[in-house]
């Protein structure tokens, strides 16, 4: 049986570990106040943090609790309504970087993880357009 990156990382109490404190600080680093805007304008950082364990479990070769919930894992459709700047995606990288830094993460795996990540932010950029009749910019402080 192939070791998945979710293995690799510690399991399923190692992710929800990981999205935790990555939303920790998300929520206390200057970094992460316009990330923080964005959720919300949804449905908030508590479910956020839950559907972020969710479909990580899942990019991560564990179960797909994300997709029995909502039916796919497209990122850019979850995202589509979001106004999302080169700014946001690098500042939600850069908190990313540091939760797996302060949690001791390292090795081959999880450059792999932070390459996949980046590629996969870079691609939600959208300059603020964003898709839908009822959607609109959110205000840039």
Not at 16 to 29: A, G, K, N
Not at 112 to 135: M, P, Q, Y
């Amino acid at each position: 049986m192939t070791e998945t990156v979710l293995d690799k990382l510690g399991g399923e109490d190692a992710l929800r570990q990981l999205v935790e404190h990555f939303y920790d600080l998300v929520e206390s680093r200057p970094e992460g106040a316009q990330i923080v805007r964005l959720h919300m304008d949804g449905h908030g950082i508590a479910a956020t943090r839950e559907q972020q364990f969710n479909f990580l479990c899942g990019f991560f070769g564990g179960r797909h609790y994300y997709k029995e919930l909502h039916g796919h894992m497209n990122v850019k459709l979850i995202h589509e309504h979001i106004p999302i700047l080169q700014k946001d995606a690098e500042d939600w990288l850069g908190l990313m970087d540091r939760a797996l830094a302060d949690l001791g993460h390292s090795g081959a795996h999880v450059e792999r993880i932070r390459a996949t990540l980046r590629r996969v932010a870079l691609v939600l950029v959208n300059d603020g357009e964003v898709v839908g009749a009822d959607s609109k910019p959110l205000a840039r402080s």
